[in-house]
């Protein structure tokens, strides 16, 4: 039986509670009637075969690109550079597709006589990854071989001896990326491809770059302009990167490119009733929910974190593309359009979201409140392509304890960001006026090249994800959370969902059109 | 006449110690060594002394820490008892001082005057002669003989079995060196914050800020922001922090000056953000180049020692009791750890001036008797020091006593 598509369910007297993430727990909201609920479309069918689908890609590219093995050769310089941990969320069983495919890459280049080879992970100015979170991107095997000799590296933005500037975009815009990636004979770059905004030009353009180059599309005007930032033909920052893509190409960097994407089986077997639509729940399901959310609650904050934290997706391949840049991305982002995207009709007045434990940012960490902003505003708000799910002067309201808590040594700069630049203003444009100071700050680039903690400009980066929100929305109102964390972020804190309708009422009137939002797993409205 | 009276009895401070240790400060003022209760007006000690009638004196952080039964045994020997609390004074000379023959000693002021009292009872109300070093350079706040003289032992009025104190109908009584004139223009709340200003003062000046340089201020009470309004208006520190844990204290702290309030846990990281500074071994690499603690804890020493910088100064404004301190940082970054304890004379270029004189002007620019919350009367004395013991939680500065009967200002916060 094929999957079932998305779908959009109107809320009657009959239609039981729906489920909410809240952070580490859960939660089981009644929705007024009338209300619509987006889920997800089920799990397309995975290759059957990734292996052999790796290798078919490997071997017949898309574009004008060379098969891989014909760029192969004894005596080259070759770079393969991968995403890190920021995705996929959560992060999947092993292997990992970055393991899946870089082992192929290694066995042409090897069988090709290549001996010359660096593995890069692209951090851009995310943190650096520990060993047990390399191990699992790459596997046990790649590890041993490659990291004892130096030659499996994280990208450090902050090496001036490592970075090259090859040029400004016909905007002005600096392109400095990484110099051995930059100066390879060829650059393979390994993609994991969870949502829409993944890959293509951004991959290198932005995995590989220093914050020189990145500040001229991770700013809060480009971030407005880009609607959404999931559609790349109307997103600005992705215009950006394709400027810088196509420089970079230019400069005579060759890049091969390899996009894979995933289905929506986001959660294990003990987890499944996450992805069930709650009438169509067994006495399983529900038994599922009632141990999950129960044992969750009687959970010590810290406990619970690390166990959902040690979640591990069953994710499969359904999709791998390889070759050049544009041609790949393209094809990529019809297939995670073809698992992700559901047809809406009409905007709401009123977007419900039940927020995880977990965005691409707090991997085996806390999540601040700065992320929680990000993750409701900047990823689940743009979650549609077309216009917003909510229109214009509508009311967000995302349920997620946001608690006033950081992770010293991941998050180190944000702390900073919200007792410093948060406390003066939340309007995304204005807190530009502090990114040069946090961007240069020695400590936290001492941090980033040295520890595992974000760079410092990265919750400025954060706060720019919510522009594009921020402008569209008359209010957002988080349920359950720290009202003082709430406030500091400029949100409106309510106890309850009944309270925060009331809330929404002042700004949208007392008979709202409401729409849910039932993710994860990942879903990307087509909203007409 | 009512006053309050704190007696020795060991009972009573060990009971104080063990209540307010689990209700809080200022929660023990029923079963502790103060008791309101009927006294006479003290004696006369000598010529040059008058009587002053309290209207109202406030109730300071050393009160509290006498009445929890939690100051220090280092002051055993300088206090008698009993003694009548109350070294924040404003009052009215009440009689003339006369000689042998009668006559009005000569320095001494006038029936009616409004006065404050500096209270720090030196060698000269002592009668001693000559005067101790620091007495005789003005420095009247490190008297060395606070024990002795013609007087019971007291480092000040409020803590001396022979001169009364603040907390009392039946006045005090103070040497004509002690007592200070009150410029109309300050209101009877403006005056009573002068006492505490002038040891604000003191610590700004002791801090010895040079231009431009970074100052760090811990602790938003009635200490913390008297000195933050006296380092604003007597120096010129490049960047003047705040750490204050309440937001009425926050919002004061920055009206008087402050460039940045915030609470205190987040007032090394603020430091480190204005001086770019690294950390290590929790512990800012470089940090403020001055760090005033108007707490006195140990935590908040350990939090002064972690954000000053390397042979920067940390000046110690707020009482400290026995404390336990790791002082390892300040042997291995040379840092200066310095008390700055009551007033006397300042040296303000080449002149010297009276503390009390300087921190008149401190009150009047910074109208600091808008940090009075509430007053009370004796016999509500209870209230009145749990007022105070947690006045930074109830959204209040100083609580004062007024010796006529009122109606509580704010009383209710």
Same mark, same amino acid.
């Given at each position: 039986?094929?999957?079932?598509?998305?779908?959009?369910? +109107?809320?009657?007297?009959?239609?039981?509670?729906?489920?909410?993430?809240?952070?580490?727990?859960?939660?089981?909201?009644?929705?007024?009637?009338?209300?619509?609920?987006?889920?997800?479309?089920?799990?397309?069918?995975?290759?059957?075969?990734?292996?052999?689908?790796?290798?078919?890609?490997?071997?017949?590219?898309?574009?004008?690109?060379?098969?891989?093995?014909?760029?192969?050769?004894?005596?080259?310089?070759?770079?393969?550079?991968?995403?890190?941990?920021?995705?996929?969320?959560?992060?999947?069983?092993?292997?990992?597709?970055?393991?899946?495919?870089?082992?192929?890459?290694?066995?042409?280049?090897?069988?090709?006589?290549?001996?010359?080879?660096?593995?890069?992970?692209?951090?851009?100015?995310?943190?650096?990854?520990?060993?047990?979170?390399?191990?699992?991107?790459?596997?046990?095997?790649?590890?041993?071989?490659?990291?004892?000799?130096?030659?499996?590296?994280?990208?450090?933005?902050?090496?001036?001896?490592?970075?090259?500037?090859?040029?400004?975009?016909?905007?002005?815009?600096?392109?400095?990326?990484?110099?051995?990636?930059?100066?390879?004979?060829?650059?393979?770059?390994?993609?994991?491809?969870?949502?829409?905004?993944?890959?293509?030009?951004?991959?290198?353009?932005?995995?590989?770059?220093?914050?020189?180059?990145?500040?001229?599309?991770?700013?809060?005007?480009?971030?407005?302009?880009?609607?959404?930032?999931?559609?790349?033909?109307?997103?600005?920052?992705?215009?950006?990167?394709?400027?810088?893509?196509?420089?970079?190409?230019?400069?005579?960097?060759?890049?091969?490119?390899?996009?894979?994407?995933?289905?929506?089986?986001?959660?294990?077997?003990?987890?499944?009733?996450?992805?069930?639509?709650?009438?169509?729940?067994?006495?399983?399901?529900?038994?599922?929910?009632?141990?999950?959310?129960?044992?969750?609650?009687?959970?010590?904050?810290?406990?619970?974190?690390?166990?959902?934290?040690?979640?591990?997706?069953?994710?499969?391949?359904?999709?791998?593309?390889?070759?050049?840049?544009?041609?790949?991305?393209?094809?990529?982002?019809?297939?995670?359009?073809r698992q992700q995207l559901v047809a809406v009709e009409g905007q709401t007045d009123i977007l419900t979201l039940g927020l995880p434990y977990i965005c691409p940012y707090n991997v085996n960490s806390i999540m601040n409140p700065i992320l929680v902003a990000c993750l409701g505003l900047g990823y689940f708000f743009n979650m549609y392509k077309g216009r917003p799910l909510v229109r214009q002067g509508g009311?967000?309201?995302?349920?997620?304890?946001?608690?006033?808590?950081?992770?010293?040594?991941?998050?180190?700069?944000?702390?900073?960001?919200?007792?410093?630049?948060?406390?003066?203003?939340?309007?995304?444009?204005?807190?530009?006026?502090?990114? +040069?100071?946090?961007?240069?700050?020695?400590?936290?680039?001492?941090?980033?090249?040295?520890?595992?903690?974000?760079?410092?400009?990265?919750?400025?980066?954060?706060?720019?994800?919510?522009?594009?929100?921020?402008?569209?929305?008359?209010?957002?109102?988080?349920?359950?959370?720290?009202?003082?964390?709430?406030?500091?972020?400029?949100?409106?804190?309510?106890?309850?969902?009944?309270?925060?309708?009331?809330?929404?009422?002042?700004?949208?009137?007392?008979?709202?059109?409401?729409?849910?939002?039932?993710?994860?797993?990942?879903?990307?409205?087509?909203?007409? | 006449?009512?006053?309050?009276?704190?007696?020795?009895?060991?009972?009573?401070?060990?009971?104080?110690?063990?209540?307010?240790?689990?209700?809080?400060?200022?929660?023990?003022?029923?079963?502790?060594?103060?008791?309101?209760?009927?006294?006479?007006?003290?004696?006369?000690?000598?010529?040059?002394?008058?009587?002053?009638?309290?209207?109202?004196?406030?109730?300071?952080?050393?009160?509290?820490?006498?009445?929890?039964?939690?100051?220090?045994?280092?002051?055993?020997?300088?206090?008698?008892?009993?003694?009548?609390?109350?070294?924040?004074?404003?009052?009215?000379?009440?009689?003339?001082?006369?000689?042998?023959?009668?006559?009005?000693?000569?320095?001494?002021?006038?029936?009616?005057?409004?006065?404050?009292?500096?209270?720090?009872?030196?060698?000269?109300?002592?009668?001693?002669?000559?005067?101790?070093?620091?007495?005789?350079?003005?420095?009247?706040?490190?008297?060395?003989?606070?024990?002795?003289?013609?007087?019971?032992?007291?480092?000040?009025?409020?803590?001396?079995?022979?001169?009364?104190?603040?907390?009392?109908?039946?006045?005090?009584?103070?040497?004509?060196?002690?007592?200070?004139?009150?410029?109309?223009?300050?209101?009877?709340?403006?005056?009573?914050?002068?006492?505490?200003?002038?040891?604000?003062?003191?610590?700004?000046?002791?801090?010895?800020?040079?231009?431009?340089?970074?100052?760090?201020?811990?602790?938003?009470?009635?200490?913390?922001?008297?000195?933050?309004?006296?380092?604003?208006?007597?120096?010129?520190?490049?960047?003047?922090?705040?750490?204050?844990?309440?937001?009425?204290?926050?919002?004061?702290?920055?009206?008087?000056?402050?460039?940045?309030?915030?609470?205190?846990?987040?007032?090394?990281?603020?430091?480190?953000?204005?001086?770019?500074?690294?950390?290590?071994?929790?512990?800012?690499?470089?940090?403020?180049?001055?760090?005033?603690?108007?707490?006195?804890?140990?935590?908040?020493?350990?939090?002064?020692?972690?954000?000053?910088?390397?042979?920067?100064?940390?000046?110690?404004?707020?009482?400290?009791?026995?404390?336990?301190?790791?002082?390892?940082?300040?042997?291995?970054?040379?840092?200066?750890?310095?008390?700055?304890?009551?007033?006397?004379?300042?040296?303000?270029?080449?002149?010297?001036?009276?503390?009390?004189?300087?921190?008149?002007?401190?009150?009047?620019?910074?109208?600091?008797?808008?940090?009075?919350?509430?007053?009370?009367?004796?016999?509500?004395?209870?209230?009145?020091?749990?007022?105070?013991?947690?006045?930074?939680?109830?959204?209040?500065?100083?609580?004062?006593?007024?010796?006529?009967?009122?109606?509580?200002?704010?009383?209710?916060?």
């Amino acid at each position: 039986m094929s999957p079932r598509p998305g779908f959009v369910l +109107e809320v009657d007297r009959s239609t039981p509670s729906t489920l909410f993430w809240h952070g580490e727990g859960l939660r089981l909201e009644r929705l007024p009637v009338g209300s619509r609920v987006l889920y997800a479309p089920e799990p397309l069918d995975p290759l059957e075969d990734p292996v052999t689908a790796i290798r078919e890609a490997l071997l017949h590219p898309l574009g004008d690109a060379e098969p891989l093995p014909a760029l192969l050769r004894a005596g080259m310089k070759l770079t393969i550079a991968f995403d890190d941990v920021s995705l996929p969320l959560p992060p999947m069983r092993r292997p990992d597709a970055r393991q899946l495919v870089i082992e192929q890459v290694l066995d042409l280049a090897a069988e090709a006589g290549v001996d010359d080879v660096v593995l890069i992970c692209a951090l851009a100015l995310h943190r650096r990854l520990t060993e047990a979170e390399l191990r699992h991107c790459v596997g046990d095997r790649i590890y041993d071989a490659f990291e004892p000799q130096g030659l499996l590296q994280q990208h450090d933005a902050e090496d001036p001896g490592n970075l090259i500037h090859l040029g400004l975009t016909d905007h002005g815009e600096d392109v400095e990326i990484n110099k051995r990636a930059a100066t390879s004979d060829l650059l393979v770059y390994v993609n994991v491809n969870l949502v829409a905004m993944d890959g293509g030009h951004k991959s290198v353009a932005t995995g590989l770059a220093s914050y020189r180059s990145l500040r001229h599309h991770h700013n809060a005007r480009t971030m407005q302009q880009s609607k959404s930032f999931m559609d790349q033909h109307k997103s600005e920052l992705h215009t950006s990167n394709w400027r810088m893509g196509r420089l970079i190409a230019d400069s005579g960097v060759k890049v091969f490119q390899i996009e894979t994407t995933l289905n929506t089986d986001t959660f294990p077997p003990q987890m499944r009733f996450l992805e069930r639509r709650e009438w169509e729940w067994s006495a399983r399901d529900r038994a599922g929910y009632i141990a999950t959310s129960a044992t969750l609650a009687r959970t010590p904050d810290r406990l619970a974190r690390q166990v959902l934290h040690s979640v591990r997706s069953p994710y499969r391949l359904t999709s791998v593309q390889a070759g050049e840049v544009e041609a790949v991305h393209a094809q990529t982002t019809e297939n995670v359009y073809r698992q992700q995207l559901v047809a809406v009709e009409g905007q709401t007045d009123i977007l419900t979201l039940g927020l995880p434990y977990i965005c691409p940012y707090n991997v085996n960490s806390i999540m601040n409140p700065i992320l929680v902003a990000c993750l409701g505003l900047g990823y689940f708000f743009n979650m549609y392509k077309g216009r917003p799910l909510v229109r214009q002067g509508g009311v967000v309201i995302m349920s997620h304890p946001t608690p006033w808590a950081f992770h010293p040594g991941h998050h180190p700069s944000y702390i900073d960001f919200f007792e410093q630049v948060l406390a003066e203003t939340t309007d995304p444009l204005e807190v530009g006026k502090y990114e +040069e100071a946090y961007a240069t700050d020695p400590w936290y680039v001492h941090l980033y090249r040295t520890g595992h903690a974000y760079h410092g400009v990265h919750p400025f980066y954060m706060w720019y994800w919510c522009a594009h929100a921020l402008e569209h929305l008359g209010a957002v109102i988080i349920v359950g959370g720290d009202r003082a964390a709430v406030r500091r972020l400029g949100f409106t804190p309510a106890s309850t969902m009944a309270d925060a309708l009331e809330l929404a009422s002042d700004v949208v009137g007392r008979d709202p059109s409401l729409t849910h939002l039932h993710s994860p797993p990942l879903i990307m409205a087509d909203v007409s | 006449m009512k006053a309050l009276l704190v007696e020795r009895s060991l009972p009573r401070f060990a009971a104080a110690r063990l209540v307010s240790s689990v209700g809080g400060s200022g929660t023990s003022a029923g079963i502790g060594p103060l008791r309101l209760t009927d006294v006479e007006a003290p004696a006369l000690p000598g010529p040059g002394w008058q009587r002053v009638r309290p209207v109202l004196a406030g109730i300071c952080g050393s009160d509290l820490a006498t009445l929890d039964g939690r100051s220090s045994r280092y002051f055993e020997d300088i206090v008698s008892f009993p003694f009548v609390p109350g070294h924040e004074v404003v009052g009215v000379v009440e009689d003339a001082a006369t000689g042998p023959a009668g006559a009005p000693v000569p320095g001494t002021l006038a029936p009616g005057t409004r006065v404050v009292v500096e209270p720090v009872l030196g060698c000269i109300p002592r009668g001693i002669e000559p005067p101790c070093e620091a007495c005789a350079d003005g420095r009247v706040g490190g008297c060395e003989r606070v024990a002795f003289g013609h007087l019971a032992p007291g480092l000040q009025i409020g803590f001396c079995a022979d001169t009364g104190g603040g907390w009392s109908q039946a006045g005090l009584v103070a040497h004509a060196v002690q007592l200070h004139p009150v410029p109309e223009a300050l209101s009877d709340d403006d005056a009573v914050m002068i006492e505490p200003t002038a040891c604000a003062v003191h610590a700004a000046l002791a801090a010895q800020v040079e231009p431009g340089d970074m100052v760090a201020v811990l602790g938003g009470g009635t200490v913390g922001l008297t000195t933050t309004a006296a380092l604003r208006q007597l120096a010129t520190p490049g960047a003047l922090l705040v750490g204050a844990r309440y937001g009425h204290q926050r919002d004061l702290a920055g009206e008087l000056g402050a460039d940045l309030a915030v609470s205190p846990e987040q007032l090394t990281r603020a430091v480190r953000r204005r001086s770019r500074s690294f950390e290590s071994s929790g512990h800012l690499s470089g940090g403020a180049d001055i760090v005033v603690d108007c707490v006195g804890s140990a935590d908040s020493l350990s939090q002064c020692l972690a954000m000053v910088r390397p042979r920067g100064r940390v000046v110690v404004v707020g009482m400290p009791a026995k404390t336990t301190l790791d002082l390892a940082s300040l042997w291995h970054r040379e840092v200066s750890m310095v008390g700055a304890y009551a007033y006397g004379s300042e040296r303000t270029g080449t002149a010297r001036r009276r503390t009390f004189a300087i921190a008149m002007e401190v009150v009047a620019a910074a109208r600091l008797g808008r940090l009075v919350s509430a007053r009370y009367p004796l016999e509500r004395f209870e209230e009145a020091v749990a007022h105070a013991g947690s006045a930074g939680r109830r959204g209040a500065v100083k609580i004062v006593f007024e010796m006529h009967h009122r109606s509580p200002k704010g009383s209710a916060s």
